[in-house]
């Protein structure tokens, strides 16, 4: 199949599209581009575990982010502000994530393993 490096390369684009449809308040079209932009980023997170690939905590984070700005912009496109908040659990996971990655990456470096 393909390389996790095509995968990535179409993320980013879905990504800025939904962003984008987002700012424009194009409802519609943005709430279409969620599922691609989340499968893709899906993809690579499993891809990046599977090939045990030291990224793999940074692709989850993304996948977290992503899912809390596609919550986030479904919130704002039908009013319900009061609720936004809760995109912070994603936030929040994609944070401890990238923490993870840090602290193993951190200890890896102390065992000389890179």
């Keep these: 199949m393909y ?9 980013i684009p879905l990504w800025l599209l939904k962003d984008t449809c ?13 599922v691609p932009t989340v499968t893709v980023a899906a993809i690579i997170a499993i891809k990046s575990w599977r090939e ?20 986030w912009m479904i919130c704002e496109f039908f009013h319900h502000e009061e609720i936004k908040d809760y995109a912070g659990f994603p936030f ?7 923490i993870y990655f840090y ?8 065992k000389n393993i890179y």
Excluded: C, P
């Excluded at 390389?3 to 179409?10: A, F, M, P, T």
């Excluded at 045990?52 to 919550?71: E, Q």
């Design 52 to 71: 045990k690939n030291d990224t793999f905590w940074i692709n989850l984070a993304v996948l977290f982010w992503i899912m809390g700005n596609s919550y």
């Design 22 to 34: 987002w700012m424009l308040q194009w409802r519609v079209f943005g709430i279409t581009m969620i």
């Design 3 to 11: 390389k996790i490096h095509h995968y990535e390369n179409l993320h």
């Design 92 to 98: 929040l996971a994609g944070v401890i994530a990238v």
């Design 103 to 110: 602290k193993k990456r951190l200890y890896d470096v102390k």
